[in-house]
């Protein structure tokens, strides 16, 4: 990205988001920023939506693919742009806003895995995965969307999607709309340990959701979901501990753009030309 700047002459700054104390008085403080090309996965937008009000930001917010899983990248490139629902999630531990997905259950204890993996890559979910299956302990869980409300038995995950895709590519909630303020609920239920990985399988291509009596999809606005006892949950791969409630509605609104070279080029020059 510096290389494509220099090179087509566009000033530019750069900095990490991580050493800047207070990224709102920052971006205040430097009035000749137009545009913000973020860099990073779908922890650092999560890290990025969680330590600044993204909706006071007046800037805009153009996206690049960095990092290993770009989940949300792979709907918003789909678009090109998007004026993003964004999520809260309250949990018994800590509440915590999302982009793309949350949920508990193994996808949370696998995003818990990678993010302590010395050796992350493309496969690393795909091998954690493996990891999870082998350690989960199923569960029943109580899901409530819109008031309406059910019960799950042998569960082994409950993902809340905004984005269509988790786990760097696995087409989750294949009718997941990010402009929405509904929310895609898929619960895994009535299985065991050798029909879960089966799924995860099956999750890459969307075809897990023709499996009606192992796999619920559900969509809603207000989302509520109660386990027993406490497991790992995730929120765009940041992962909590201690979790056994979760309470989802939307957040706030915000425009996000895909970065694209071509696109970038003949906007500044519109811009140039008045």
Known sequence: MV????????PFILRSTLKIENLAHYLESNSQITDILYLGGDGSINYLINSVDISQVKQRIYLAKSGSGNDFLRSLKRVGSANVSIGEARTNVQSTKFINGC??????LVSHYVNNDSKKN????????????IKYERTNLEVEVDGVSRTFKDAYFVAVQNGKFFGGGMNISPNANIEEDQYVVCVAHNLNKFLIQLLFLSVYVGLHTKIKKRVTMLKGKEITVKIPESKYFQADGEVIEGVNEIHVNKCISREFIAFNKKKILKELKTRENG
Request: charged share 25%.
């Open 122 to 133: 493309k496969l690393s979910y795909f091998i954690n995965v493996f990891r999870a299956v």
């Open 3 to 10: 290389k494509f700047f220099k090179r087509k002459q566009i």
């Open 103 to 108: 949920g508990i259950g193994i996808d949370a």
